[in-house]
C-alpha cells in the first residue's frame, strides 16, 4: 500500500486514492471531491481499475466476520439448524425470536444442563457415615487447624444436620446434603474452640433419587469429642477416605447408627482402627513410661487402700471393669491419669450416671491415695469438659477431704479445657 494505489472502505461506502500516510496505523484518503478523509488502515484495501475486485474482496471481508461470528454462538448444532422454524415459531407465537428463554433452549436440546445420576458401588446399599477431622498442617501439628467433613460411603443421598449441645439445649451448626459415595467439607475449626464442641448431634435422612430403594429409619447420634485427641497425633490413622491421617467419628456404621455416648471403648477403637486394636486383655494395665521408672502403681488392690471399694466393686459385672489397677502415664515427671468412663470401663451398659460417676471418683481418690507422700508430685487429672459434673465433684474432694494439696487448671496447649493439675504437699 503507496500513495496514489486505489482503496475503498470496507466498513462503509466510499473511497479514493491514498493521499498520505499519518503515524503507523492511519491512511488519508482522498475522495473525489478533493477532501482527505482519515481511515484506520485495516479498514482500507486496495482496488484496481475493475468493478469485480472490489465487489470480490468485500465479499471475502463478509465471509471472514460470518466465520468469527459463528465462533461466537454457543448454540447446539441442532439449534442453529432449526434457527428458521424457532423463529417462525416464536412469530406464530407473537412473541421476538430473540426473547426465547435459555429454558426454552434446554427444552429442545437435552445436553444442556445435563447432570449424570451419582455411580453406585457394591456394598453401598449398607450405608456408613462419619464425622472426619483432617490437621491442615501436619508437620506443625502443634499449631495447626483442622478441618471437618462429612463422609458418605454410600449409595443414598444423605440430608444431614450438624447440632452442638450449649447446655441442655442445641444450635445448628450447620446442614445440607451430601451425595451418594462423596464427602462435604463442613467447616474449618481451630483447637480453641473444642470447649464449645464437646457435645455434638448428627442427624440423618437417607434416600435415592429416581429409582427405588430401602427405607432406612431416620439417625440422630450424639457425639462427645474428645479434646485431648486432638492435641496427638498418634490418634489421627491411616484411613480409606483421605490421603492423610485423620480422626473419624462414626455415625452409622454398616446401616447401623453408632452412639458415640454409650459405644464402649474396644468397639469404637474397632471401628476407627479397621479391628486391628490389640485386645486389652493382651496389653497390661500398668506399663511404665520408663524402663527404670518405679513411680506406676504395681497391683494395687483397690480394697488396700479403701475397704469401702469392695462394696463398690460389686456393684459392676465381672468383666465390665477394664482393671482393678489404674493406668497412669508419667510425662515430664507427671502422672496423667484419664477419667473418662470409656477409659475406665468396657462398657457403661445397665450403669446410671450416679454410678459412673461414684467409680471416677474412687478412681481419683485412689490415686491420690497412692501418691500422698511424694511431696512436689504432680498428678493430672483428665476429666473433659462435658457438663462440668465430674470436674464439680473432684473440686469439692479437693477443698474438703485434701485440701492440703495445690490444684490449678492444667495446661490447654497439653491438654486441652477439661483437665485439672494436683501438685502434693
Known amino acids: 500500500m503507496k500513495i496514489g494505489d486505489k482503496v475503498r472502505f470496507l466498513s462503509e461506502s466510499g473511497g479514493g486514492r491514498i493521499a498520505g500516510f499519518k503515524g503507523n496505523n492511519l491512511v488519508l484518503v482522498e475522495d473525489q471531491d478533493g477532501f482527505e478523509i482519515p481511515m484506520p488502515i485495516n479498514e482500507v484495501v486496495v482496488v484496481g481499475d475493475e468493478d469485480y475486485s472490489t465487489k470480490r474482496m468485500v465479499e471475502v471481508e463478509q465471509r471472514n466476520r460470518a466465520q468469527e461470528k459463528a465462533k461466537e454462538d454457543k448454540r447446539s448444532l441442532r439449534q442453529r439448524l432449526n434457527e428458521g422454524t424457532d423463529d417462525a415459531e416464536a412469530r406464530a407465537k407473537g412473541q421476538d425470536a430473540e426473547t426465547v428463554t435459555a429454558k426454552d433452549l434446554a427444552a429442545d436440546d437435552p445436553s444442556i444442563n445435563f447432570e449424570p445420576q451419582p455411580q453406585e458401588r457394591r456394598g453401598g446399599d449398607k450405608p456408613t457415615v462419619c464425622l472426619a477431622f483432617v490437621p491442615m498442617d501436619k508437620q506443625n501439628f502443634s499449631t495447626t487447624r483442622f478441618e471437618s467433613y462429612l463422609v458418605n460411603d454410600s449409595n443414598y443421598y444423605v440430608h444431614f444436620t450438624y447440632l452442638v449441645a450449649e447446655?441442655?439445649?442445641?444450635?445448628?451448626?450447620?446442614?445440607?446434603?451430601v451425595e451418594p459415595n462423596t464427602k462435604l467439607f463442613l467447616e474449618e475449626i481451630g483447637r480453641e474452640q473444642l470447649n464449645t464442641m464437646e457435645h455434638l448431634c448428627i442427624q440423618l435422612l437417607l434416600y435415592k433419587r429416581q429409582k427405588t430403594f430401602l427405607r432406612l429409619p431416620a439417625v440422630d447420634v450424639?457425639?462427645?469429642?474428645?479434646?485431648?485427641?486432638?492435641?496427638?497425633?498418634?490418634?489421627?490413622?491411616?484411613?480409606?477416605?483421605?490421603?492423610?491421617?485423620?480422626?473419624?467419628?462414626?455415625?452409622?456404621?454398616?446401616?447401623?447408627?453408632?452412639?458415640?455416648?454409650?459405644?464402649?471403648?474396644?468397639?469404637?477403637?474397632s471401628q476407627l482402627f479397621g479391628g486391628n486394636a490389640r485386645p486389652k486383655e493382651e496389653r497390661k494395665a500398668v506399663q511404665p513410661a520408663r524402663h527404670d521408672n518405679a513411680a506406676v502403681l504395681n497391683d494395687l488392690a483397690p480394697e488396700a487402700v479403701n475397704p469401702e471399694r469392695g462394696k463398690l466393686v460389686k456393684r459392676y459385672e465381672p468383666a465390665q471393669s477394664k482393671s482393678r489397677q489404674v493406668k497412669q502415664v508419667l510425662k515430664n515427671d507427671k502422672?496423667?491419669?484419664?477419667?473418662?468412663?470409656?477409659?475406665?470401663?468396657?462398657?457403661?451398659?445397665?450403669?446410671?450416671?450416679g454410678n459412673i460417676l461414684d467409680y471416677q471418683l474412687d478412681v481419683f481418690r485412689r490415686v491420690l491415695d497412692r501418691y500422698k507422700t511424694n511431696k512436689g508430685q504432680k498428678i493430672i487429672f483428665i476429666h473433659g469438659k462435658g457438663e462440668g459434673v465430674l470436674r464439680q465433684a473432684i473440686i469439692h474432694e479437693l477443698n474438703y477431704k485434701y485440701?492440703?494439696?495445690?490444684?490449678?487448671?492444667?495446661?490447654?496447649?497439653?491438654y486441652g479445657y477439661g483437665a485439672t493439675q494436683v501438685t502434693i504437699r
Open 335 to 353: 502422672i496423667i491419669v484419664d477419667l473418662h468412663a470409656d477409659q475406665l470401663l468396657e462398657t457403661t451398659a445397665g450403669m446410671s450416671s
Open 403 to 414: 485440701k492440703h494439696f495445690q490444684y490449678q487448671d492444667a495446661s490447654f496447649q497439653e
Open 167 to 177: 447446655g441442655s439445649t442445641w444450635s445448628l451448626r450447620q446442614t445440607g446434603e
Open 222 to 269: 450424639q457425639l462427645r469429642l474428645d479434646g485431648v485427641k486432638f492435641f496427638k497425633l498418634n490418634t489421627f490413622t491411616d484411613n480409606d477416605f483421605f490421603e492423610q491421617p485423620a480422626l473419624l467419628y462414626p455415625v452409622m456404621e454398616e446401616g447401623k447408627p453408632q452412639n458415640g455416648f454409650n459405644v464402649s471403648a474396644e468397639e469404637l477403637k
